[in-house]
C-alpha cells in the first residue's frame, strides 16, 4: 500500500507459489514488474524468469535475458546464474542467432550498458522540525524527510533506522550523535551512503552546524560546538570507511533569528552556509547558493529543494550532476529566482539514482 518495491516482490513470489493466496501468474508477473519498475533487483531477476519461463506473459527468451542483465547491473547476484543457465541451452540451437541479435536491440534500447553497477546503498535521513524553541519552529522538514525516505526506497536505498525504531526526525544533539556513529558503523558494508538534512543550519567562522531540536540561544560564553552538531563530522565519519560513493543533500540554511547564536570562540552565526572541503568519491547538494538563505516553502508539503528532487528522480537514467542541475532549475523556476541550489562533485566513475526503463 505504500508503493513499497521488495514488497511488491514478496507480494509476487506468494501469487506464484501459492502461498496464503490461489496461485497466480498473472498476479505474480503484475507484481514482480511493479517491484522490478520501482528499482528492486530480486523484482527484475523475477520478471526475466517469467519471460524465460512463460509464467502470466508470453514466453520471450530475448526479454528474459535484457531483465535478467538489468537485475545483474542493479546488483542481484543471482541472475549471473539466470543468464549462464540460458546462454548454455541457447548456444548452438537455430534460434540463437535470432535472440541473440533482438536482445542486443533491447539492450540498447533499453540503455543497460550506459549505467554502471548500482551497488549497494544506505541513506540516513534527518529531519528537524519540532524545535523547542518555537522561534526556529519549521512546518516542512519532517514531511521532507518522510518523502525522500519513500522516494529513495524506492531506488534501492536501504533506509537506515536505530536499533531502538525511534525515528531519526527531529534529533536533539545527543541523539545526533548518536544516530551519525552508528550510520558510520553500517555504511561501512556499503558502496554508497547518502545523508539528507532538511532543517535549520548556520555556519560560524566557516565551519557548518546542524542546529538538534534542544538547541537555546547562547550568550557569549557558550560555543557553539556544545549546542549545535558540525556538519564537517558526519563527512569525516565516513571519509574512515571503505564507502566509494557518499552524498550529502543539505536542504538547510532556513531563516535563523539574528539573536540566536552568539559564539565568543568563533564569532556570531552567519546566515546560509559554507562552501565545505570536498572528500574524494563525495557529492555535496547545497539548497542554495553559500550564504544565501533557502525557503521552507510554507503553504505546501515540502520545502523547494526537495519538491524539485523528489520531481527529478523519477527521471531515470540521469547521471547525478545532471539531476542536481535540473534540481538547480525547477529550484529557481519555483522561487522565481529568489533561491540557487549549487553542488560540488568529486566522484570517481558515474553514479544514477533511477535505474527504471528510461
Not at 564569532?267 to 568519491?281: D, I, R
Request: hydrophobic share 35%; aromatic share 8%.
Amino acid at each position: 500500500e505504500q508503493n513499497n518495491a521488495k514488497a511488491y516482490n514478496n507480494m509476487g513470489w506468494l501469487y506464484e507459489n501459492g502461498y496464503g493466496v490461489e496461485k497466480d501468474f498473472g498476479q505474480a508477473f503484475a507484481h514482480y514488474k511493479k517491484a522490478a519498475d520501482l528499482g528492486d533487483s530480486g523484482g527484475m531477476r523475477h520478471v526475466g524468469e517469467c519471460y524465460e519461463n512463460g509464467w502470466g506473459v508470453e514466453k520471450d527468451i530475448a526479454e528474459a535475458i535484457v531483465w535478467y542483465k538489468k537485475a545483474e547491473k542493479a546488483g542481484n547476484d543471482k541472475a549471473k546464474g539466470n543468464l549462464s543457465s540460458i546462454t548454455a541451452r541457447l548456444s548452438g540451437t537455430p534460434a540463437s542467432k535470432s535472440i541473440i541479435q533482438e536482445t542486443k536491440t533491447l539492450v540498447r534500447n533499453n540503455h543497460i550498458d550506459d549505467l554502471p553497477p548500482m551497488g549497494k546503498r544506505i541513506a540516513l535521513i534527518i529531519g528537524n522540525a519540532d524545535y523547542q524553541n518555537t522561534n526556529l519552529s519549521l512546518p516542512n522538514p519532517t514531511n521532507d524527510a518522510y518523502a525522500m525516505a519513500k522516494k529513495l526506497s524506492e531506488l534501492g536505498f536501504e533506509i537506515f533506522t536505530m536499533d531502538d525504531g525511534q525515528p531519526t526526525t527531529n534529533l536533539s544533539k545527543a541523539r545526533m550523535k548518536r544516530v551519525v556513529e552508528s550510520f558510520k558503523q553500517k555504511a561501512s558494508d556499503y558502496d554508497v551512503a547518502l545523508v539528507f538534512y532538511s532543517g535549520h543550519a548556520l555556519q560560524v567562522r566557516r565551519e557548518n552546524y546542524l542546529i538538534p531540536v534542544d538547541a537555546r540561544e547562547t550568550s557569549d560564553d557558550i560555543d557553539t560546538e556544545d549546542i549545535c552538531f558540525k556538519f564537517g563530522n558526519i563527512m569525516r565519519k565516513l571519509d574512515e570507511t571503505n564507502v566509494k560513493t557518499k552524498i550529502y543533500l543539505l536542504d538547510a540554511c532556513r531563516s535563523v533569528p539574528a539573536s540566536f547564536f552568539v559564539d565568543k570562540t568563533r564569532g556570531t552565526g552567519q546566515t546560509g552556509l559554507a562552501s565545505m572541503p570536498e572528500s574524494e568519491g563525495s557529492v555535496i547538494g547545497y539548497a542554495t547558493l553559500p550564504g544565501k538563505v533557502a525557503l521552507d516553502g510554507k503553504g505546501s508539503d515540502n520545502s523547494p529543494y526537495t519538491s524539485a528532487l523528489l520531481k527529478v528522480l523519477d527521471e531515470p537514467g540521469l547521471p547525478i550532476a545532471e539531476v542536481l542541475q535540473k534540481v538547480r532549475e525547477e529550484v529557481s523556476k519555483q522561487t522565481n529566482g529568489k533561491q540557487t541550489p549549487t553542488e560540488s562533485i568529486t566522484l570517481i566513475g558515474r553514479f544514477y539514482f533511477n535505474y527504471n526503463k528510461r
